[in-house]
């Protein structure tokens, strides 16, 4: 069966600090964060080895940081992924905090 055909949709789970994406109803991928104030900070982006190859990372981090900017919140991509979709999508550079020493202590304290 070709998963990539499944009906795919992006869902922001507030009680579990993640975006997901979903393939014909089954979580094939998050990206967590954490708020920081007007911050959401991003800090692990996971898709499943069975949906890998069709593009959902970059499909979740594109829905995740356009929810971002329509909560009127900022972005911190801690999550290395994000960094790198950040360096190839420029319309979210308006909206983009560096990562910085204080953010990685105040999300080790949150993580603990």
Known sequence: MNES???RSVQRVDARHRYEILVDGRRAGLAAHRDRG??????HTEVDDSFA??????????AALADVRESGKRIV???PY???????HEEFADLT??????????LEEELR
């Open 97 to 106: 905090d560096p990562v910085t020493p204080d953010v990685l202590s105040w």
């Open 38 to 43: 007007a911050q959401r900070v991003f800090f």
């Open 5 to 7: 055909s499944g009906i």
């Open 77 to 79: 991509p801690v999550c």
């Open 53 to 62: 190859g069709q593009g959902l990372g970059a499909e979740l981090v594109q």
């Open 82 to 88: 994000v960094a790198k979709f950040l360096k190839r």
